[in-house]
């Protein structure tokens, strides 16, 4: 009786993700679209706004909760996967707290958990994880 249980529970997280994962990329193109259609910047500028926004209205907020919530860097995560290699590129010229973006967007985290308290080892697990996947950290 337990691993019917068990298996049927595995079923239903496995139906979760993937709901959240089309959820998800349903949301991020239609971000996509508004901004494409509201005023025709080029996600490079998009996100270069947001990015200085986020970072000059964080600035003195301690809380790492408080700048992950913040209504810039959701727009960021909002944009999908155009934002990765924006966000990667960002992460190697000025280390900052953007690993939740990356695991939001892409539903990974590369950095072994004896990293994750090392941003110098936490930055390099994610560049070493954008190449692997094909991304260019070029801007």
């Known amino acids: 009786y337990g691993r019917r249980v068990d298996e049927q529970i595995r079923l239903l997280f496995t139906e979760i993700k993937t ?19 509201s005023d025709g910047m080029p996600i490079e500028e998009v996100f270069g706004i947001l990015a200085e926004k986020w970072k000059r209205e964080t600035a003195i907020i301690s809380s790492v909760t408080k700048k992950l919530r913040h209504p810039a860097y959701r727009e ?63 801007d």
């Open 19 to 37: 709901q959240r994962t089309h959820v998800m990329d349903r949301l991020h193109d239609l971000v996509r679209e508004a901004a494409a259609t």
């Open 76 to 138: 960021i995560v909002a944009l999908g996967t155009d934002a990765v290699p924006l966000i990667l590129a960002e992460l190697a010229r000025r280390p900052d707290h953007w690993f939740a973006a990356l695991e939001e967007i892409t539903g990974e985290d590369p950095v072994p958990v004896t990293d994750r308290k090392v941003l110098s080892k936490a930055v390099e697990a994610w560049i070493e994880w954008g190449i692997s996947k094909g991304f260019s950290l070029n």
